[in-house]
């Protein structure tokens, strides 16, 4: 899929309602965009911490998909955390998503996300996720 396929495949999903945009996607490495708005604030005027999570999320799970081992179909998140160490009120954020290890069963994935007007880094985020294979049938 080319990059503007994938960003429509978002459309009508939590992706998409986000306004998450990919802009590289490739084997071991995601990139996403985020603009903030007033609808991605939590009530203290920050960029809510749900957001960041979701844009870091997001870009794992694209790389995930595209760095699936053979045979596998599809994979799910087994587990994420997150530091959040700064955040954005205005402007862009940017999400890089790196493979950490690809195995057979699970993929690690790091990303980073930070403010495009600043260059600080909002979050660090690592997740595992478990890959899923077609199921025999008895």
Not at 30 to 55: K, Q, T
Request: aromatic fraction near 4%; glycine fraction near 10%; charged fraction near 20%.
């Amino acid at each position: 899929m080319t990059i503007d396929e994938i960003n429509e495949s978002n459309t009508g999903s939590l992706p998409g309602l986000l306004g998450i945009r990919f802009t590289r996607v490739e084997h071991g490495h995601a990139e996403a965009e985020l603009a903030v708005r007033p609808e991605l604030m939590a009530p203290n005027g920050f960029l809510h911490a749900g957001s960041v999570v979701s844009l870091a999320d997001t870009c794992a799970g694209l790389g995930c998909v595209e760095s699936l081992p053979a045979g596998a179909e599809a994979f799910t998140t087994m587990e994420l955390k997150t530091n959040l160490i700064g955040t954005a009120r205005s402007g862009m954020v940017d999400c890089v998503a790196t493979l950490v290890h690809s195995g057979r069963s699970t993929q690690l994935w790091d990303a980073r996300v930070s403010s495009r007007d600043s260059g600080k880094t909002i979050a660090l985020f690592r997740c595992t996720q478990m890959i899923l294979y077609p199921r025999a049938v008895n």
